[in-house]
């Protein structure tokens, strides 16, 4: 048993474990995308069949490898909340869905793709910035709700006789304010309400939203995922920090702060210059002791 764990451990930290993987996902993908051709699956429908079964097989034998991997404690499987989502995805393909449900089926099928995601670390990186703002990002869109909500009822009130086809309610200016905010057309919009309303009240109120609605907010949202970016590289360095005590608890961590690394080259520096400095001192009393 124990070479067996072994051996999968071996195998779960291999490059070319990784890469197979990774090719798996994609021969997935692209199943999943062939299925939507009717013709092609009429001609080749069972050869894409026995195809994806061969896939799911490999995924399932790639969780049973994982798990041994962690033996004598399997259950750290699903402290990685990646490992969960591919659990889930492959538990979903296996499970006996009735011909009503195929949709269903497909559907896990098509999520196998997102698993990119799991196999790709910078991709990691990427979907763990974005849910670290989230929270975040609920107060911009709080933020944005309100302007939507003070320039929609300005917009009825100041447009809404001159151009009821973009401010004649205030779910209709909702909607051109969204057409607004994206800079669709917004020109069009400002020409049409400009033909009915005083031109200065126009353009003021036009630039001012699409400053504070795109620019504004964009920024907003920019410096927001630049921190999540920032939360998600220290928890992947974390995560890397865990598993390399797990793997090895005598070995020193490789995936040590820069900060810290520097800090202890520095003593080691200032170690052998202090030797350096006795041998030095060491040399010129031998010296002397031979001159006399």
Known sequence: MVAVVALCRHIVNARAFQRFITLAIVVAGALVGLETSPSLMAEHGALVHALDAVVLVIFSLEIVVRMTAESPHPWRYFRDPWNCFDFAIVAGALMPF??????????????????????????QVLVGALLHSLPSMGYVVLLLGLLFYIYGVAGV??????????????????????????LEDWIEVLNTVRAGAPSGLAI????????????????????????GMKESQADALARADRAARDADPTASTATQPADDL???????????????????????????????
Do not use: C, K, W
């Open 204 to 227: 003021g109120y036009f630039v001012s939203f699409i400053l504070f609605g795109t620019m504004v907010m964009l920024n907003l949202v920019i410096g927001i995922v630049l921190e």
């Open 157 to 182: 009130f100041f447009f809404g006789e001159a151009a009821p086809s973009y401010f004649g309610d205030l779910g209709t200016a909702f909607f051109t304010l969204f057409q607004i905010v994206t």
């Open 262 to 292: 520097g800090g202890e080259i520095r003593q080691v520096e200032a170690e052998l210059a202090r030797l350096s400095r006795r041998l030095a001192h060491l040399g010129e009393r031998a010296d002397a002791a031979r001159r006399r």
């Open 98 to 123: 009735v011909s009503g449900y195929v949709t269903v089926l497909r559907l896990f099928r098509l999520l196998r793709v997102l698993r990119l995601v799991r196999a790709i670390p910078r991709l």
